[in-house]
């Protein structure tokens, strides 16, 4: 890559000066140019940068690398993330088949949730906020667990954590009863709390309630809690390989009901793999009808999933290619790093994306592009940016600029991204070296 000057001729300071991109290459195989003033894109196209009183110093040479919007998570869980070395991963607990399972990844983690600090959370969500700036995200929506182990803290340390990262992304939380509600006497209460404590959004997990009934009342009760609040729901649904628990058709119910369509996120929805086809083509069907997004998390599920089966182990994701051929959006999330659930991940969306393209057989060029846009677009569009997203005139400047030249190579050669910018700014830097018989 080179430069008119040095890399840092962008500017430092949330985009109040203008500066621009030369000779970079979009997604799409276009060349481009981009002219960007006062923290947003304001020109996009051959010679954006041609502009009086633009100094040579203020234009950066992508050399025909790859140029991107920075990506959006729009499923992880910052409280948790990092507790895993003080785990005792040997140990047993009951109700679990091995360490390392989903019962074992619970209990372990209502063990470290009732030593939580304010102070705790905020540290290890910040460390994990930074890698995901590294690695060229900007954007972050946490879960955070709201029940009566850890009450508020897990939220309160995550937005602690937001606020002393906000120069670099936008971290927004999801209020998520981890324990349920009617399971969790108090967790009612506590899920009011953190809305009105500035959550962002109303999460649910209602396939973890006993019976039909109990799950029906849980998914009515963050419905009625958005409406409170007006806010957007991202719930876990039906995380389990139990092919009869079917909490989805519920959520797309209410969702019509409510006129909550374009509002809703449902994240994992792992049954619905082991579901009959019938009932699958008809809930998915409903996905589309009611506008929901879907956020599949492949890392972990991959991980956590079919850890019971022999010889032909079930995958753990949901039905990625039914959704997509039936319209309905597609996310991919990071979910979890370095917890109980998951002993990998660093924040990396690009990552994230390789993997799940394995594990849903993504790979022709159309596919290839549909992994993109479920780190980019796809969650965008979940939280409802609109033009203040992309590469577009009018659009923040949160862009990523990659040494290779188009997105099958830079999702196989895994490299970070050489710049990323929030807003205008530049927030992070790589180097990409490589060196054979020197």
Request: one cysteine or more; charged letters at 20%.
């Amino acid at each position: 890559m080179t430069s008119r000057t040095s890399p840092t001729g962008a500017p430092t300071d949330s985009g109040r000066a203008r500066w621009g991109i030369e000779g970079a290459v979009l997604a799409d195989g276009s060349p481009v140019d981009v002219l960007v003033e006062g923290g947003r894109v304001a020109a996009v196209g051959p010679g954006a940068c041609r502009v009086p009183d633009l100094p040579d110093r203020a234009v950066l040479d992508a050399a025909g690398g790859l140029l991107l919007p920075a990506f959006v998570d729009t499923h992880v869980h910052l409280d948790k993330a990092g507790i895993r070395p003080g785990l005792d991963t040997g140990r047993r607990y009951p109700g679990s088949a091995n360490p390392g399972d989903l019962a074992w990844a619970i209990a372990a983690t209502h063990e470290a949730k009732r030593a939580y600090t304010v102070e705790s959370v905020a540290a290890r969500a910040a460390e994990v906020v930074e890698q995901h700036v590294q690695h060229g995200t900007t954007r972050i929506r946490s879960h955070v667990d709201v029940d009566t182990i850890g009450g508020l803290t897990p939220l309160l340390g995550v937005q602690a954590a937001a606020r002393a990262c906000v120069d670099v992304a936008d971290v927004v939380t999801i209020a998520f009863p981890q324990e349920g509600v009617a399971r969790d006497p108090g967790a009612a209460d506590l899920m009011v709390a953190a809305m009105e404590h500035g959550a962002d959004v109303v999460g649910g997990m209602p396939h973890w309630e006993d019976g039909e009934d109990a799950r029906r009342a849980h998914v009515a009760f963050c419905f009625d809690l958005a409406q409170r609040f007006d806010a957007d729901v991202d719930m876990h649904v039906d995380e389990t390989d139990d092919g009869d628990v079917r909490t989805l058709a519920t959520v797309v119910e209410e969702t019509e009901r409510r006129g909550w369509q374009g509002r809703v996120t449902v994240g994992h929805v792992c049954a619905l793999a082991a579901a009959d086809h019938a009932y699958a083509d008809d809930v998915v069907a409903g996905c589309a009808r009611a506008g929901i997004t879907v956020a599949s998390n492949p890392v972990t599920n991959l991980v956590l999933q079919g850890r019971g089966d022999r010889g032909l182990v079930r995958r753990g994701t949901t039905r990625i290619r039914e959704l997509l051929a039936a319209g309905v959006p597609v996310a991919f999330g990071q979910d979890c790093v370095d917890d109980a659930f998951y002993p990998f991940g660093r924040g990396s969306m690009l990552e994230v994306a390789l993997v799940s393209a394995h594990a849903a057989h993504l790979t022709t060029p159309d596919e290839l592009r549909t992994a993109l846009a479920a780190v980019t677009d796809v969650p965008a569009a979940a939280w409802r940016l609109g033009q203040e997203y992309g590469v577009a005139p009018g659009a923040r400047a949160d862009l990523q600029l990659y040494a290779a030249p188009t997105w099958p190579q830079v999702l196989r050669l895994q490299d970070a991204p050489l710049r990323v910018w929030r807003a205008g700014a530049l927030v992070a830097t790589n180097e990409v070296r490589r060196t054979l018989r020197p």
